[in-house]
Nanobody, 128 residues
Framework: QVQLVESGGGWVQAGGSLRLSCAAS????????LAWFRQAPGKEREFVAY????????TYADSVKGRFTLSRDNAKSTFYLQMNSLKSEDTAVYYC?????????????????????WGQGTQVTVSS
């Protein structure tokens, strides 16, 4: 079993920044890959970003490219999503997800069904 706990969400004005954290525990190891998704009210869960355990194969949704950045601290099994230049349309619950294997960054990573473990989510609200 793998447990994922997100933190760092909150309220911010448009143009501001937040850093989300995803702390992983349990049977997670370097075979895993992690991603961030988000879900706004009334909308489907949307892919945000993906990377394998070592930080390779980084992929970002077009809507966040150039504004959001993935990073990690493998020693702490913690993964981060730095979000800059936030817009009101970034408002959503953000979820961390883990796959027990690396995924094709374009053919598989963007699809929620390819992830086995999910965190509880953290709310991000961007006020314009």
């Amino acid at each position: 079993q793998v447990q994922l706990v997100e933190s760092g969400g909150g309220w911010v004005q448009a143009g501001g920044s937040l850093r989300l954290s995803c702390a992983a525990s349990g049977s997670i190891d370097s075979r895993y890959a992690l991603a961030w998704f988000r879900q706004a009210p009334g909308k489907e869960r949307e892919f945000v970003a993906y990377a394998n355990w070592w930080g390779g194969s980084k992929t970002y949704a077009d809507s966040v490219k150039g504004r959001f950045t993935l990073s990690r601290d493998n020693a702490k099994s913690t993964f981060y999503l730095q979000m800059n230049s936030l817009k009101s349309e970034d408002t959503a619950v953000y979820y961390c997800a883990a796959s027990p294997t690396s995924l094709d960054a374009y053919a598989a990573a963007p699809y929620p069904q390819n992830y086995m473990y999910w965190g509880q989510g953290t709310q991000v609200t961007v006020s314009s």
